[in-house]
């Protein structure tokens, strides 16, 4: 006989789950009890938002989901940030959350939500556990449905009553995500097509990937001389530096990669929805008949025409497919370089640094963090004009370096960092961030800190929202409002956590503070104090 809370955290470790993230709850007291001599790693979060995203980002990192407790009501609302990002991220992650005990449901009992309307079109399924006996049924489907296809989040509610009940249920075995296999058949044709066009493109992206999948990618890119570029945020898919890489198709795209886009006859879309951003406001594609001819490779037959009309579309794991593809030899003698070339070269003339007013300058300050971190080092950030910077001038080298929100969600960067750092201790962990967006999630500094996680937290502080005031100078220009922030001191922020802060004011102090906070052994905030002129790579105000 065991009690509801020890049965659910049993099947976790069955599932191989090695760190769960939370903040405690009354709600969820049995779960708590489950977890004290389980072994498994609980790490203690400050706010539900910020852990959710610490189980979105570990889910991105292993391929495995993310898990993070909450309790019910405001614990759910908060977390419901994390549960976007992985739903639009393609992450998998499942979030338990509490709920109210049985006899009180529907009564608008303290702290009572309806978490199916909550989370419905957010998450892959929503469910609530009435029944302790059926928690291992529950558990088993939930890490299922969140790996199969379209990885995704799973949200499943637990009743403290069910929870502190107890059942003499067996387990089930570790669950196996469902994803389509690729066809021989499929890749031959795909090749073929690619290897007849004038003007290929592979746009690579999505959920699903690994460093098997981006080294059989180079080969097969090499093979058939294919230009590659990445979706949006999914930068790390592809060496930024292989000679066959065009840049990334998303947020400020390179003008010249833009135009290549369209002039494009034939266009490998491999594991990407080909959503808003990567589309550049679907603007580089007609809807629902693309000019380039189509050939779309997804993990999930539903997504395949939902927008455009493909050439030829192909349900299945993209990482099955480009293992086929790199397999393949060309039929007959390749084309002429020079299309493939010229992506190339335009990606390196894009990445030349431009000119930013300021006595710190973001593009001399990423041109250094590219120059010195090992290729394993992985980058995090949330969302803000900042992050432009980091996108147009850092190289990423290796799979698994880059962790950002593909939907665009503020204070990301910091709780992604601490999930990283402990996933991957051996690694060094740098989040960039804007001085709003580190805002969103500062209080995640404190578990950084209690968890020995010795992150470099670099901050561009400009005192404003500065996407926000971008656009409000394109639309409105010189009638500010709502975008300036009164800042604390957060250098002295990380000191006070027992950690590390420094301050930049010049651009040249900023190599040896770095290395300084590198060598620190602590959690560390570099505090850059940027001029609120220098709103984006492309724009300064006079």
């Known amino acids: ?59 991105k990192l292993t391929g495995a989901p993310g898990i993070a407790f909450v309790t019910r009501g405001p614990g759910a609302t908060n977390a419901s ?26 009564r608008e009992a303290f702290q009572e939500i309806d978490y199916g ?66 066809s021989g058949v499929a890749a031959v044709e795909i090749a073929a097509r690619l290897q007849a066009a004038e003007k290929p493109l592979v746009i690579v992206g999505g959920g699903v990937w690994s460093a098997q999948a981006a080294a059989d990618l180079a080969r097969f890119a090499t093979r058939f001389e294919l230009p590659v570029g990445t979706a949006f945020r ?46 550049s406001g679907y603007s580089l594609f007609d809807i629902p008949n693309p000019q380039q001819r189509l050939i779309h490779v997804y993990p999930d037959a539903t997504e395949l025409g939902r927008i455009y009309r493909a050439d030829q579309a192909v349900a299945c794991s993209p990482i099955d497919m480009v293992r086929a593809l790199a397999e393949l030899e060309p039929d007959t003698p390749l084309c002429d370089s020079t299309w493939r070339q010229g992506f190339h070269q335009a990606y390196r003339a894009w990445s030349a640094p431009q000119h930013s007013v300021g006595a710190v300058k973001m593009e001399q300050i990423i041109g250094h963090v590219n ?13 803000g004009n900042y992050a432009a910077w980091l996108h147009r001038y850092f190289d990423y080298k290796t799979y698994g370096s880059q962790l950002a929100p593909t ?20 690694r060094e962990v740098i989040c960039f961030a804007g ?54 001191q957060f250098a002295a922020l990380a000191q006070s956590y027992g950690g590390h802060g420094e301050v930049v004011r010049q651009t040249d102090d900023f190599p040896a503070a770095f290395e300084r906070a590198r060598t620190s052994n602590l959690p560390a905030i570099i505090e850059l104090i940027t001029d609120p002129r220098a709103l984006s790579p492309r724009l300064n105000l006079p």
């Open 81 to 106: 940030a994390g549960v976007h990002v992985a739903s639009q991220d393609s992450t998998p992650m499942i979030l338990f959350i509490g709920q109210v005990a049985s006899d009180q449901k529907d």
């Open 371 to 383: 120059e010195v971190l090992p290729k394993t080092a992985i980058l995090t950030n949330g969302a």
């Open 407 to 426: 939907s665009g969600s503020m204070g990301y960067g910091l709780p992604a960092a601490v999930a990283a750092k402990l996933t991957h201790r051996n």
């Open 435 to 488: 001085d709003g967006c580190f805002q969103m999630t500062m209080q995640e500094f404190g578990t950084a800190a209690q968890y020995g996680a010795n992150i470099v937290v670099i901050i561009s502080n400009n005192g404003i929202y500065g996407t926000i005031r971008m656009h409000q100078e394109q639309h409105y220009p010189g009638r500010v409002s709502g975008t300036v922030m009164h800042n604390p």
């Open 1 to 59: 006989m065991r009690h509801g809370g020890q049965i659910l955290i049993d099947q976790l470790k069955i599932q191989g789950v090695e760190r769960v993230f939370c903040v405690p709850g009354e709600s969820y007291l049995a779960a708590l009890d489950g977890l004290y001599d389980s072994g498994i790693d609980t790490v203690i979060g400050r706010q539900e938002g910020g852990v959710a995203m610490m189980a979105e980002a570990h889910g």
């Open 234 to 279: 999914r930068q790390d898919y592809f060496d930024n530096q292989h000679s066959h890489y065009a840049g990334d198709v998303g947020i400020g795209i390179n003008p010249a990669l833009a135009a290549k886009v369209k002039q494009a006859d034939v266009i490998l879309a491999l594991g990407t929805r080909l959503g808003e951003i990567t589309s």
């Open 117 to 182: 309307q909550m989370f419905g079109s957010i998450a892959k399924w929503v469910a609530q556990i009435d029944r302790t006996d059926r928690i291992v049924e529950y558990v088993s489907r939930a890490f299922h449905i969140a790996q199969s296809g379209r990885p995704g989040p799973v949200v499943l509610a637990l009743p403290e009553d069910m929870l502190s009940a107890v059942s003499e249920v067996g387990d089930a075995p570790k669950a196996r995500g469902a994803v389509p296999a690729a």
